[in-house]
């Protein structure tokens, strides 16, 4: 059996919000972290588990990205963050569809990640 050394300790990175350590700025972070850039796979898979969508409507959007929406069909409310605020992109009250299982966020043709907060 092989001996494991523990793993090093890490220095903890800043950002403004959760899910953003060590980004710089929303314009030049390439992540494909939940709450930053839609990764291929990820649109792919939410597209065709149409099961999994909650029909919603968009109550507001923070300066932090932090979004609320309401489930239509239970009154449910789910927060979710985006990285760089869905780029001014949403507004109140507008109807939404959020993917519970692979954390999309839909507006339209928009697609957003989106990590839930």
Do not use: N
């Not at 972290?33 to 065709?48: D, I, N, S, V």
């Not at 992109?89 to 990640?113: I, K």
Request: glycine share 10%; net charge negative.
């Amino acid at each position: 059996m092989s001996h494991h050394e523990p793993h090093a300790t890490t220095e903890p990175r800043t950002g403004a919000a959760m899910g953003m350590r060590g980004c710089v700025s929303a314009s030049e972070c390439r992540s494909d972290r939940p709450g930053h850039g839609l990764h291929a796979m990820q649109e792919r898979l939410a597209a065709t588990t149409a099961s999994k969508w909650i029909d919603a409507i968009l109550t507001g959007v923070d300066a932090h990205g932090f979004a609320t929406v309401v489930d239509f069909h239970d009154g449910s409310v789910h927060r979710v963050w985006h990285h760089d605020a869905f780029d001014g992109a949403l507004q109140a009250g507008e109807p939404v569809a959020l993917h519970a299982l692979y954390g999309v966020l839909a507006r339209g043709t928009d697609r957003f990640s989106v990590a839930y907060a």
